[in-house]
């Protein structure tokens, strides 16, 4: 099965879970954005237009003019950057990512994770939440356990930062859409 990849599907769920977070916990101060999967900016060019955002950094690996090419995972396993919203819109797995910033929390950070459902099927992060690991286990029955392992992702590690509140918009059937407001553990 194809899945079609742009910034406009299901745009309204991914706008409606921003604001809410923007509108909780941004309302009063300068908004500061890391968008690690920019693609073609569709979200965070809606949100600049209706909100007052003092920065936004967007990157991606796939090269486009005007835009840094570089590996956002990258970006977050450093110590010192100051984005208080971390968007990670993957087509696939955004793991790797929030295992990267997780210990870098600086200061209260409101963190965006799509969660592909057609790349959980090969996600190693998955197989090994759900103690598979090189297990070969069918699509269908991985897909469904694939639910639990995001709890279980979503939450390991909470020693290195504490998870304020965590929602997930409706979304359709190719991705999970989270709002994830975490502090860092001092």
């Known amino acids: 099965m194809m899945v079609k990849k742009t910034d406009n599907d299901n745009l309204e769920s991914k706008l409606l879970l921003r604001r809410y977070f923007l509108d909780r916990y941004h309302a009063d101060g300068p908004i500061h954005v890391l968008d690690c999967c920019q693609g073609f900016g569709v979200i965070w060019n809606t949100l600049r237009a209706e909100r007052q955002i003092a920065s936004y950094w967007g990157l991606d690996v796939k ?52 969660v592909g459902q057609v790349q959980m099927n090969t996600a190693t992060e998955i197989t090994d939440a759900l103690g598979l690991g090189g297990m070969k286990v069918p699509r269908g029955i991985k897909r469904k356990l694939s639910d639990l392992a995001v709890s279980y992702l979503l939450t390991r590690g909470c020693d290195l930062c504490k998870i304020i509140e965590a929602a997930e918009t409706t979304a359709g059937t190719h991705a999970r859409y989270l709002g994830v407001r975490v502090e860092p553990e001092f």
């Open 63 to 114: 090269p486009k003019k005007g835009r840094l090419q570089l590996s956002s995972v990258r970006v977050l396993e450093q110590p010192g950057w100051m984005q208080n919203v971390v968007d990670v819109d993957t087509y696939g797995s955004p793991w790797q990512h929030w295992n990267a910033l997780r210990p870098n929390i600086s200061q209260p950070t409101t963190v965006f994770l799509t």
